[in-house]
């Protein structure tokens, strides 16, 4: 994966929903909303409900309507949303 990417999924308690490449990723937590790019400090969050925007390395802007879970990111940035119930926007 190239540094200024990063590796994103998103998953539900009971089913796959998106992973990929991506250049940011905005969702909300119970604290607030948050924007991901390349190089973040690792983060560990609860997920609110709401939306999951992520800008695919192409350009693609994938959304998802995300309930409870967590959001977490590593140092290898890797971004997972793992959410209590999530799909994907029409």
């Known amino acids: ?7 994103v999924e998103i998953v539900a ?3 796959f929903v998106w992973s990929g490449q991506a250049r940011s990723v905005s ?3 119970i604290d607030g909303e948050i ?3 390349p190089g973040h400090l ?3 969050a609860v997920l609110g409900d709401g939306e ?5 390395a192409d350009g693609e802007a994938i959304t998802a309507q995300a309930q409870g879970g967590f959001f977490s990111v590593d ?3 890797r971004v997972t949303i793992a959410a209590s119930q999530a799909e994907l926007s029409a």
């Open 1 to 7: 994966m190239a540094d200024n990417l990063l590796d």
């Open 42 to 44: 690792p983060l560990l």
């Open 13 to 15: 308690e009971d089913h």
């Open 35 to 37: 924007g991901i790019l």
């Open 27 to 29: 969702a909300r937590t």
């Open 75 to 77: 140092d290898a940035n």
């Open 52 to 56: 999951v925007v992520v800008e695919a």
